[in-house]
């Protein structure tokens, strides 16, 4: 052990998951096991944008926890789907869920997205978990993982925010709306629409352009 750092605050400093992986049983048990996915918080609004896709299109969820009920949303609309999480929890649950959907155990950091290219990058509770610079080099990797005419979706709060999320404890932080879009369009990427759920998570809708 490090000389004045705890065996605590190692796992935290090591664990990429943004201190998912403490609290995955607890999460499983919940909205990762939930026998009325269809019904669940987010759903309706990713299968609206999922139908957007040509059938087989292929599309990267990022963060995807252990499948239920977000990602499956994109294999039932007949979407060629690769997945990634940090939590090696997760993703083991995840594979028994869904099991044939490419998975990875990486962070979105380190993540060489699977060396291809995608139609659509979905990211679904994941942005503000990541301090303000990580979030500026993930939207640069999606830009160019992205095919021109390709579409990003994510959430995250309108207004810039920092709170600790409820699960883990650790910081949260918004960039905000506008600073959202300076962002995006920076690296080739314009935010073509916001609108929120029924659980009141914040939805940004963004279009790769450029050649």
């Not at 935290?12 to 918080?41: H, K, M, P």
């Not at 087989?56 to 963060?63: E, N, Y």
């Not at 949260?172 to 369009?185: C, D, F, H, I």
Request: proline residues 4%; charged residues 25%.
């Amino acid at each position: 052990m490090r000389r004045g750092i705890s065996e605590q605050q190692l796992k935290t400093v090591s664990d990429q998951s943004n201190g998912y992986e403490a609290v995955a049983a607890e999460f499983l048990a919940g909205r990762g096991s939930a026998r009325t996915r269809s019904q669940a918080i987010g759903v309706k609004r990713v299968r609206e944008w999922a139908r957007t896709f040509p059938f087989g299109a292929a599309v990267i969820d990022l963060g995807c926890g252990p499948g239920f009920p977000i990602t499956e949303v994109l294999v039932m609309e007949g979407l060629n789907v690769y997945a990634i999480d940090a939590s090696f929890s997760f993703v083991e649950a995840f594979r028994h869920n869904l099991p044939g959907v490419p998975v990875a155990c990486e962070s979105v950091q380190e993540s060489r997205f699977f060396d291809r290219a995608f139609d659509g990058v979905l990211a679904w509770g994941l942005f503000f978990l990541l301090s303000p610079e990580e979030q500026r080099r993930l939207m640069l990797k999606i830009s160019k993982i992205l095919v021109r005419g390709g579409r990003l979706l994510f959430t995250s709060p309108p207004e810039p925010i920092v709170w600790n999320d409820a699960m883990t404890g650790l910081e949260s932080r918004s960039l905000g709306a506008a600073e959202y879009r300076t962002k995006l369009s920076a690296v080739g990427l314009t935010v073509t629409g916001e609108y929120e759920d029924e659980g009141e998570n914040h939805y940004f809708d963004v279009l790769r352009h450029g050649s």
